[in-house]
């Protein structure tokens, strides 16, 4: 499965912006997926993921109840809203699919070697 994730760019501090992450080449359904941000100097890090159905989600803490993640199997998409932007959400921005496995263990879906198929990452910028 390819991905390709968009919709990154400049936002001034409180604002907004709506991630895209679109899949080809595989039915994106069949996959829990997640997302995750790099930092300048900083290792990539867990952001949040959605199971299958889109019935289950979680979040990292530094993004909790200002971030949601949804998606749209018939259109094989993956969204990510993000609400009230801070600094320190600057970063590449990447959707990513999960191995085999469910996504309850908290140590599993936060690590970025049970994810599989990458996209190229979106750059969010977040500055007055």
């Known amino acids: 499965v390819q991905l390709q994730a968009s919709g990154g760019g400049l936002v001034q501090p409180g604002g907004s912006l709506r991630l895209s992450c679109a899949a080809s080449g595989s039915t994106l359904s069949s996959y829990n997926v997640g997302w995750f941000r790099q930092a300048p100097g900083k290792e990539r890090e867990f952001v949040t993921v959605i199971s299958r159905s889109g019935g289950t989600t979680f979040y990292a803490n530094s993004v909790q109840y200002r971030f949601t993640i949804s998606r749209d199997n018939d259109k094989n998409m993956v969204y990510l809203q993000m609400n009230n932007l801070k600094p320190e959400d600057t970063a590449v921005y990447y959707c990513?699919?999960?191995?085999?496995?469910?996504?309850?263990?908290?140590?599993?879906?936060?690590?970025?070697?049970?994810?599989?198929?990458w996209g190229q990452g979106t750059l969010v910028t977040v500055s007055s």
């Open positions: 990513a699919t999960y191995r085999e496995g469910n996504i309850l263990a908290k140590r599993n879906r936060e690590d970025v070697g049970r994810y599989a198929y």
